[in-house]
């Protein structure tokens, strides 16, 4: 006899992945319970609470705990919020901030270069732009919001690597992908180890086909109140106008000049 398996049963990748955001929508769910109560509160008071198994509440608190976003008081056993929070607001409310007050800057830079100017900031390993004005002309970079830049071949790229100790780590132990993607792309970490200290000598970064052997582009870093880096601001051309490291350079100095107006808000402190 003939067994057919009926088309309404999900498949397992399909179970595992329901699993997966169930899992992800009960731990955001304890958060909040977390929070609406003010106070710390034990496992079995949240799993009433959210008429889940008490198994599953320690399960995912436990990973909450891993993540620095809760922590158990000891004399008790309750759970509270994490200072993994706070550096996630933190980082949101930076990165809100430093665009709003670089835009301004942003605007005078598009106008006087008429090239596309772009503001990234780091999320976890990577680079990510998170403002952009276009170029007003026919030809130019585009860059989109939200889109991830390689680090190692692009302006803004080694502007985290010249001045973020994390980056640095991150290189020097290998993690980070070093593709080819022009043959004027560093690829060789101790080629790439030099250029980051002219960068931190120079105080902005050039890209001269690194990404695209059509594209060119100069960066500079943005620092908080305490020193820190918190983002990078570069422009971007077509080669054909930026043909020539000196070119580049004089564009970097445009950049240098105009950033020398902007003013840290004080929110960026958040971190300290």
Request: glycine fraction near 6%; charge should be negative; hydrophobic fraction near 40%.
């Amino acid at each position: 006899m003939e067994h057919k398996i009926p088309q309404d049963l999900p498949q397992a990748s399909e179970v595992r992945s329901g699993r997966t955001v169930n899992a992800v929508v009960n731990a955001m769910e304890i958060l909040r319970e977390l929070g609406r109560a003010g106070k710390p509160v034990g496992v079995h008071a949240i799993a009433s609470q959210m008429g889940l198994a008490v198994s599953t509440v320690h399960r995912l608190l436990t990973s909450l705990v891993d993540q620095e976003f809760a922590v158990q008081v000891p004399e008790t056993s309750e759970y509270t919020l994490g200072r993994g929070l706070l550096e996630l607001l933190s980082d949101m409310v930076r990165q809100f901030d430093v665009r709003r007050s670089l835009r301004p800057v942003m605007e005078r830079l598009n106008t006087s270069t008429q090239e596309t100017v772009h503001l990234a900031v780091a999320v976890h390993s990577q680079i990510m732009d998170v403002e952009v004005i276009d170029s007003p002309q026919s030809i130019g970079v585009r860059h989109d919001i939200g889109s991830l830049l390689p680090i190692h071949a692009t302006s803004v790229g080694k502007i985290f690597l010249a001045f973020s100790s994390q980056f640095q780590a991150l290189l020097a132990s290998g993690e980070l992908s070093l593709l080819r993607l022009t043959p004027f792309t560093i690829t060789e970490p101790k080629d790439l180890f030099n250029e980051i200290e002219t960068i931190a000598r120079n105080g902005y970064a050039l890209n001269l086909g690194g990404r695209s052997e059509q594209t060119a582009g100069a960066a500079v870093p943005i620092f908080g109140l305490n020193g820190e880096l918190v983002a990078a601001l570069g422009v971007s051309g077509p080669i054909t106008r930026y043909p020539t490291i000196e070119h580049l350079e004089h564009l970097a100095h445009e950049i240098l000049q105009e950033v020398q107006t902007y003013s840290v808000p004080q929110i960026l402190n958040l971190s300290s």
